[in-house]
């Protein structure tokens, strides 16, 4: 049972009222982290004015946008504005990212309208300085289902890159079962389990190992609707940039980005345009270093202000 619940924040406008006040950013200005030079910006991401203030003339290796998908979904911008609006995204990413470097993005496909916005985005992409490398699927063990169609149990992630990056194969927790293929490798006939580098399977375009994030979950950070799991994250990070590299994400929600590049010793240059979901991103920075934990379990980012001003 939850101690502090709190509804969805991008609904429910009486609480994003009393949120409001205790935020630190207002739109247009910046946090910048003295101690390993994060920053946290509350800007629109198809700005250009918005990116460079954000940015400056730091590069990154590496970028992760959770595209806010569920414009569509909720009827709120029709499909053609949306890419419209993403093609200005894609392209302040693409001049704030260095000459050789990643780019992932997450996406819905709604499967009751012709799984907009998904191939939208695909020819749209064909059209930036990007080229395809992954289609990835991320299963959601919760789904939605119905009975006369095939359960949902999905996330799409579509994987970019630019120039020539750095790839690191990473490897999953679940140990090599399979048996009985052989392949021949310099002269001779091995078996599977004796190829590779790890007794864990590497990580493909399916990624059945990384729980959704739910209530009971450490890292929960309540009153997030789209919260990505922070295995994750971590994976990406460590898969296509380097200790030490700048990595991006304009669409900061709960701040999961921001905190997985702490903890794997990157930069993050991240901002979203919600002035509610900057601070919750900079108080889980700040709940981890003096915690060691990575959400709120069982309470939430305003929990104590809250409890004051009822």
Not at 47 to 71: K, T
Not at 149 to 165: A, C, D, F, H, I
Not at 198 to 217: C, K, L, S
Not at 236 to 245: C, E, H, K, M, P
Request: glycine share 6%; aromatic share 10%; hydrophobic share 35%.
């Amino acid at each position: 049972m939850l101690n502090h619940p709190l509804a969805r924040l991008d609904r429910d406008g009486k609480l994003r009222k009393r949120l409001l006040p205790f935020c630190r950013l207002k739109p247009g200005e910046v946090w910048r982290d003295e101690r390993k030079g994060h920053s946290v910006g509350c800007f629109e991401a198809a700005s250009r004015e918005d990116v460079m203030s954000l940015c400056g003339r730091r590069r990154a290796s590496l970028a992760i946008h959770d595209l806010p998908y569920n414009f569509i979904a909720f009827d709120s911008r029709k499909t053609d504005e949306f890419i419209e609006w993403l093609y200005a995204v894609i392209a302040n990413t693409d001049e704030v990212l260095a000459k050789n470097s990643s780019l992932y993005l997450w996406i819905g496909a709604d499967q009751k309208n012709g799984f907009t916005p998904l191939p939208e985005l695909m020819l749209m992409m064909r059209d930036t300085n990007f080229t395809a490398r992954s289609f990835i699927t991320l299963r959601n063990q919760r789904g939605y289902g119905t009975q006369k169609n095939w359960m949902s149990v999905r996330q799409e992630l579509l994987y970019y890159t630019k120039g020539s990056p750095k790839f690191a194969p990473q490897y999953t927790d679940i140990p090599k079962a399979l048996k009985g293929y052989y392949k021949e490798v310099n002269g001779q006939m091995t078996e599977n389990t004796e190829r590779g580098r790890a007794d864990t399977i590497r990580a493909g375009n399916v990624w059945i190992d990384v729980q959704q994030v739910f209530y009971r979950m450490e890292e929960n950070v309540n009153g997030c609707y789209a919260q990505k799991p922070l295995k994750a994250i971590a994976r990406i990070i460590q898969a296509s940039s380097s200790s030490g590299d700048n990595v991006l994400d304009f669409f900061s929600h709960s701040g999961t980005t921001l905190l997985a590049a702490e903890m794997t010793g990157r930069r993050c240059l991240t901002m979203d345009i919600d002035p509610i979901f900057c601070e919750i991103t900079i108080r889980r920075i700040e709940h981890f270093r003096q915690t060691g934990r990575t959400g709120w379990q069982n309470s939430n980012p305003f929990a104590r202000e809250l409890e004051q001003i009822k």
